[in-house]
């Protein structure tokens, strides 16, 4: 195993354009609304999740604990919706239609360029607000070090995930293989437990994903441990986040960090009510975590342009 950490340099990420209504079924809300959502009953805040590969209604339970305790602790209400892709949450944040998102770093910074996003709030998990991208492959492959990818099979996830595309796409090239023209074929999946499913039933010879991932799939049983091997590690990546529309009031924003700076601490929650995508659990939130980090990681990807991801999807659609 190796860590690949050398600094890269900084390119705007790749916008995926969907049509957002038809993307997360939002119908009855207006882009522009007057009053305003404010968080009151009559008025709830819309709420946007990221898909999680255990589906979207195991995504809500998931999310809902959180929530709910925000509701009954500090009066905001909210209503909760889970996107079908990556793209269609920075989506319906440009248009208006989400107040609060979860998105991945590269999503954040998607809808931060369109002026459509700021942090609220990155989870804390074992004292820390990290996790890595990696690229693994099966211990009877052959494959000892990154390099023997060369001309090889490789499976990754959502064009928009940072762990399960970006950044394997980023480490790639960081040691001169061109995802294009370099790798026998680049099957896009969708998500982190597809490309890890194609990994294993030998579809590919590598896989792209989230070590959070490959650690619940060990867990769930999907993988044995020991069936798989990891041949690179990121640098450190912030948490995805939960993020905020820049046009809610000032009032509201305020609401907001105080609620999720001290809910774990509020009358009644549970420590496994604080928990999010894929069911982790959070010892809390912070709410006063820098943004510059998230600018450093998105610095890494510089490699990987929308020309890139452009040819990489149509390598992988003539395949």
Not at 33 to 54: F, H, K, M, W
Not at 165 to 180: S, Y
Not at 239 to 251: A, G, Q, T
Request: glycine letters at 8%.
């Amino acid at each position: 195993m190796r860590r690949w950490d050398r600094p890269l340099k900084f390119v705007t990420a790749i916008i995926t354009v969907v049509a957002v209504t038809s993307s997360f079924g939002v119908t009855s809300l207006n882009a522009e609304e007057n009053p305003p959502r404010d968080g009151s009953a009559t008025r709830p805040l819309q709420v946007l999740l990221i898909p999680a590969d255990t589906g979207a209604d195991t995504t809500l339970d998931d999310f809902k604990p959180v929530f709910s305790a925000i509701q009954e602790n500090y009066g905001l209400h909210f209503e909760l919706r889970v996107g079908t892709s990556y793209g269609a949450v920075v989506e319906g944040l440009v248009a208006k239609r989400a107040d609060i998102a979860f998105v991945g770093p590269v999503g954040f910074h998607q809808a931060r360029l369109r002026h459509a996003a700021e942090l609220l709030a990155v989870a804390v998990k074992d004292n820390s607000s990290s996790y890595y991208a990696a690229i693994l492959t099966r211990k009877d492959s052959g494959v000892e070090l990154l390099n023997d990818l060369r001309g090889k099979r490789i499976a990754l996830g959502d064009i928009n995930s940072t762990s399960s595309f970006r950044f394997p796409v980023a480490m790639l090239q960081r040691i001169g293989i061109d995802p294009v023209v370099g790798l026998g074929q680049v099957v896009i999946t969708g998500s982190h437990s597809n490309a890890l499913a194609a990994l294993r039933e030998a579809q590919v010879d590598a896989a792209g994903c989230s070590l959070a991932a490959y650690e619940k799939a060990i867990n769930s049983g999907a993988i044995s441990r020991g069936e798989l091997k990891v041949l690179a590690i990121s640098p450190a990546i912030p948490n995805p986040p939960l993020v905020m529309h820049p046009d809610l009031s000032d009032s509201v924003k305020e609401r907001l960090r105080e609620a999720f700076r001290e809910i774990h601490r509020a009358p009644g929650v549970r420590p496994e009510m604080i928990r999010g995508y894929g069911g982790d659990r959070y010892e809390r939130f912070d709410v006063s975590f820098p943004q510059e980090d998230f600018d450093r990681a998105i610095e890494q990807l510089a490699p990987v342009t929308q020309k890139l991801i452009a040819s990489i999807i149509e390598q992988a659609a003539n395949r």
